[in-house]
């Protein structure tokens, strides 16, 4: 019998979620519906939110919640290069143009004196993203927000269970934006979630994520009397589906589990590697939850012997799938044409972008997998 792939970041679907979807099926509501309602109800219980709106995917959310907080043309946004392109794409759809700040090289998040230095009198909100799940230094942003009355929009992407000095990541800034992919710490299938402190704010971005409407399909279900709809200005086609929704559910419920077993997994790594030549992640410090969603190490030629490219290919022959987070985005083609940006603007994040790569962390892995991970590591740095 031929010896199975590890593919990075495979989701833990359990029977619940799965008989969840067959209900859905059964009940003759699959859009947006009361499973949607009721997976807000509990995200925001989880992260201790007064408002959740759920959509399809974090790239809205964080579109959604920067037009919510009036950004728009000739407007900046500062964030971190060290990111998916979702978070300057965001920026550009809703019409802003995005400024890069580089990164602390040891937490790999953006550095909130580089973030000062970029600061202009069109600079109206800050981006920051929690890399790989370690918290940015949100009370320097939030000075930093406050003293030039800017919006702070958290991109939570990898950080569902992170927490910054007590307080749970997306509830600090004017708005949390969190992906719900299936290699996130818990899936929906595809799916977003955008929490907020105004129920103004959550109205507005309800009716947003489904073209502007004044009320969405299930809420006219639900009023005995009949009520048409109005579109109240123009907005998208952002919602999330109760079948998705149905997923998420019970992932929220599993979350704790998740990440004891990320933890499990994470501390092992640290053990097993400490030994190898590669530089591993940085510890959390004393009053942060880390969220453990990727396990990233660098590949230093001159310290590894081995350049990141072959490190890849050589676990991608013992059957071991990694991931990369991320190439400066100063590198995209794209970008340099549009903003003129050039990797050595960017030296932190550009180094690491061509040193990192993610290896397997899902709470899927069993044991075995784990030790096979690590044996791949070991023996392609040997």
């Known amino acids: 019998m031929s010896p199975k792939r590890i593919i990075f970041g495979t989701p833990s679907i359990g029977d619940e979620e799965i008989e969840e979807v067959i209900d859905t099926l059964r009940s003759g509501w699959i859009g947006t519906g009361p499973r949607v309602a009721r997976f807000e109800r509990e995200f925001a219980a989880h992260k201790r939110s007064p408002y959740a709106v759920a959509v399809n995917s974090c790239t809205a ?33 809703a019409g802003a143009r995005p400024v890069l700040a580089d990164i602390d090289p040891r937490t790999m998040n953006i550095d909130p004196e580089q973030i000062e230095r970029k600061l202009t009198p069109r600079t109206k909100a800050l981006l920051p993203v929690h890399f790989a799940g370690l918290p940015c230094e949100m009370d320097a942003i939030g000075r930093i927000a406050t003293q030039h009355n800017l919006k702070v929009i958290e991109d939570c992407a990898h950080a569902i269970e992170t927490e910054y000095r007590g307080q749970p990541a997306g509830c600090i800034g004017d708005f949390g934006c969190f992906s719900f992919y299936p290699n996130k710490n818990m899936t929906t299938g595809e799916g977003g979630i955008i929490l907020t402190r105004s129920e103004a704010d959550a109205e507005r971005l309800r009716s947003l994520a489904l073209h502007g409407m004044s009320k969405d399909a299930w ?6 009397r009949f009520r048409h709809y109005l579109v109240t200005e123009v907005g998208y086609k952002y919602n999330m589906t109760d079948l998705n929704a149905a997923i998420g559910l019970h992932q929220i419920r599993r979350l704790d589990d998740f990440w004891r077993r990320r933890t499990e997994i994470w501390n092992t790594y640290d053990r097993a590697f400490e030994d190898l030549p590669l530089v591993l992640p940085t510890r959390a410090a004393e009053g942060v939850k880390h969220a453990r969603h990727l396990y990233t190490v660098l590949v230093d030629r001159d310290r590894a012997g081995i350049d990141r490219e072959d490190f890849i ?13 991320y190439l400066c985005l100063a590198e995209h083609p794209v ?10 603007d960017f030296p932190h994040a550009s180094r690491i972008g061509r040193q990192t790569v993610s290896l397997p962390i899902s709470p899927s892995l069993s044991d075995s997998e784990v030790s096979t991970i690590i044996s791949a590591v070991r023996e392609s740095v040997a």
């Open 61 to 93: 959310a964080l579109h959604l919640s920067l037009v919510a907080a009036g950004i728009g043309e000739g407007d900046e946004v500062i964030t971190t290069p060290l990111t998916f392109c979702a978070t300057v794409n965001a920026i550009i759809h």
């Open 219 to 224: 809420k006219r279900f639900i009023d005995p």
């Open 313 to 325: 290919e050589s676990l991608n022959r013992r059957l071991v799938g990694t991931g990369v987070h």
């Open 335 to 344: 970008y340099q044409s549009l903003f003129g940006w050039r990797a050595s």
